[in-house]
């Protein structure tokens, strides 16, 4: 039975005493650490996305959730279609599935994987699902290599990335470091260079904003102004970037599929750009804290896990087991877990998220015993589930759904 994500009146998130202790309830049972999913703060964020668009369809970010029944149920939901997947042997497991829901699958970076690409290539199913990322003529070489032409069920279905990133007068580079193809030119003779070799087709265009889309904006005005320049630049040189490599498509007797854009922080620049036909989002479905610090939405905490204390070393000090689930990125503060409740819990600045104990202090750390347990907030979303087997989907204080998360189907794709 498909999880059922049919938003509710109610916003118990917004009531933290009520809400995670529901939680707490709910999984009374259980033995943490154990990772729980709010069905109806998940459903708020999934309509809140669909809102925020306004109509361009959205592109789930499989990295950002990797549970595939929350995939299931939110690709069955109006404003949502395809899946940017984040390596192509993820992307070739969900498209073997078969699902229509599957049907329509990037894979957001170049792939190495020569057995994946070779399997692409030897289906012709698959390879009319899922197309792959490129930005240099170097990975076509590859896949001619684990898949000559000759030998290929179906042409493969290529996507260009072009870097969207930001050079700020001052500031330099602002975003992250992905294609080297950053303006039509640039694009457009790669475009050609897919166009000239056999057994490969365009199929359409990506480009992620990462300094809109992964910056929060809520503490500093010059963030603010440098994302409102930044989604002006972009949509200049993307829309020529699009429409070069469009003739080059045309050219070729076809046109593109997609051009795909943004992510959950960007959805409201991204979809005023007229050469964008999707947007990339997935973190805005759990919520994790790293979206505390936006002022252009403000998704639910949707996905927590609970760790136990275990033991008391002082009386102002609980010791959890576990807790190291860091997030990518730059080692610092905010990569680090949320405690959220109980209230008032911090971790001690010599030791931070262990992987085998975390101490807690702050008010409530005296108050806990052992045995009790704290729920907690990751900096991101999917990166969670890989310390998961299961998410266990509650409503209230009851437990409605189990899903299995990719790690818990025996899945690791990094």
């Known amino acids: 039975m498909s999880l059922d994500l049919t938003p509710a009146a109610e916003r118990p998130w917004e009531r933290p005493a009520e809400y995670w202790p529901a939680w707490t309830a709910a999984t009374a049972a259980l033995d943490p650490p154990l990772g729980a999913l709010h069905r109806g703060a998940l459903a708020a964020n999934a309509a809140d996305l669909a809102r925020r668009a306004q109509g361009t369809p959205i592109r789930v970010a499989s990295k950002s959730v990797r549970v595939r029944g929350v995939l299931d149920a939110v690709l069955a939901l109006p404003g949502f279609r395809g899946v940017l997947a984040y390596t192509l042997a993820e992307a070739l497991w969900l498209a073997e599935t078969g699902d229509e829901r599957y049907d329509d699958i990037v894979v957001g970076y170049p792939s190495a994987d020569r ?14 699902r899922v197309a ?19 030998t290929r069920a179906a042409p493969i279905r290529v996507a260009l990335e072009l870097d969207s990133s930001y050079r700020a007068p001052v500031l330099g580079h602002l975003g992250v470091r992905r294609s080297p193809r950053r303006d039509a030119a640039a694009l457009g003779a790669l475009a050609e260079e897919v166009a000239r070799r056999p057994g490969f087709r365009l199929a359409g265009v990506m480009g992620y904003e990462a300094q809109i889309a992964g910056v929060g904006d809520a503490d500093s005005a010059i963030v603010r102004a440098m994302q409102r320049r930044s989604a002006a630049e972009l949509a200049e040189r993307r829309g020529a970037a699009v429409a070069r490599v469009r003739e080059v498509a045309s050219a070729a007797g ?3 599929d997609f051009v795909n854009g943004g992510g959950t922080g960007s959805i409201e620049s991204t979809r005023e750009d007229a050469s964008v036909t999707d947007i990339a989002a997935g973190s805005g479905l759990f919520g994790p804290h790293l979206f505390d610090h936006y002022t252009r939405f ?5 996905l927590a896990f609970a760790l136990p204390v275990v033991r008391r070393p002082t009386p102002e000090i609980a010791t959890l087991l576990g807790g190291g689930w860091i997030a990518s990125g730059p080692a610092a503060p905010d990569r680090l877990p949320l405690p959220v409740w ?5 971790f001690l600045p010599r030791e931070g998220a ?4 975390t101490p807690v202090t702050g008010g409530a750390a005296a108050r806990l015993a052992v045995g ?10 999917g990166e969670v589930c890989e310390h998961l087997d299961v998410v266990h989907v509650v409503d209230g204080d009851r437990i409605v759904d189990e899903l299995p998360t990719y790690r818990g189907e ?4 990094l």
């Open 342 to 346: 109980p209230e008032g819990l911090r």
């Open 372 to 381: 009790d347990r704290v729920w907690l907030r990751h900096t991101k979303a």
């Open 410 to 413: 025996g899945r690791l794709f």
């Open 132 to 150: 792959i990322m490129v930005d240099d003529p170097a990975q076509l070489d590859l896949v001619d290599a684990a898949a000559p032409a000759a």
């Open 354 to 357: 262990g992987e085998v104990q």
């Open 254 to 256: 076809a046109d593109l």
């Open 115 to 128: 057995g994946a690409l070779a399997r692409l290539a030897a289906d012709e199913r698959l390879a009319a």
């Open 298 to 302: 403000h998704p639910a905490p949707a």
